[in-house]
């Protein structure tokens, strides 16, 4: 389930299932969305990008959902692994470039 | 070559020391960021140097001095800093503006200031 408080949102599943880990962003001039994965002791790391004139990418295993009218961005993992543990930030970016701004974080917890 | 590196990885320091963060990138990456990022909280952009010039600086303390000696090398001195401003502090490049392009983040250096 997932919850939200003062903490990190969490998100706990079960390995081999699929995840959805949501983000509402706040820019409706944002044109550039990434999805980045930051485990424990690491800087973030790349996971998916997408531009606004799409709605969907998929990668591997990954895809990411654009949806602007409610200004929403969704990253679904399929077949959640243990690996996968870790703290999932969107991240969005105007026209302009070169200044990325970043949602709050989710923590994605695998239970084997 | 898709990595950033960042030294030291660990640094404490007293509020009267100074010191310095480097990065570096070898990936022709025109565009440097410099991020301070607290516990349980997203990366805050700090500085962003555009072809070796500082383009943006988001209201950063000046007991932070960013330089950008050369188009791989991104450094952070360091002077006089409270104990508010221990945090991890993570370095990130991307292709220069002109578009919107994926920043590349370092590990980060764990600053803890006494």
């Known amino acids: 389930g997932e919850s939200v408080g003062l903490h990190l949102p969490t998100l706990s599943v079960q390995e081999g299932d699929n995840s959805i880990i949501n983000c509402a962003y706040s820019?409706?001039?944002?044109?550039?969305f990434i999805w980045y994965k930051q485990e424990s002791g690491k800087g973030p790391q790349f996971i998916i990008d997408?531009?606004?004139?799409?709605d969907k990418r998929q990668g591997q295993r990954v895809t990411v959902l654009l949806n602007k009218t409610v200004k929403h961005l969704s990253l679904q993992i399929a077949a959640t692994q243990p690996g996968d543990s870790a703290v999932y930030f969107c991240a969005e970016e105007t026209n302009a470039g070169n200044m990325l701004t970043f949602g709050g974080g989710t923590r994605l917890m695998v239970k084997p | 070559d898709t990595e950033v590196t960042q030294t030291p990885k660990h640094l404490v320091m007293g509020m009267t020391n100074k010191k310095s963060l480097k990065c570096e990138q070898h990936m022709g990456h025109r565009a440097m960021y410099w991020y301070k990022q607290k516990a349980k909280k997203p990366p805050e952009l700090m500085f962003v140097y555009s072809y070796e010039k500082l383009s943006i600086n988001e209201s950063v303390p000046s007991r932070f001095s960013p330089e950008c000696p050369n188009s791989s090398l991104l450094n952070l001195h360091l002077h006089a800093l409270q104990p508010e401003d221990s945090a991890l502090y993570l370095c990130?490049?991307?292709?220069?503006?002109?578009?919107?392009?994926?920043?590349?983040f370092g590990p980060g250096t764990r600053l803890t200031v006494t």
């Open positions: 997408i531009r606004s004139n799409m």
């Open positions: 990130a490049s991307s292709q220069a503006s002109g578009g919107s392009y994926e920043q590349y």
């Open positions: 820019n409706s001039a944002s044109d550039y």
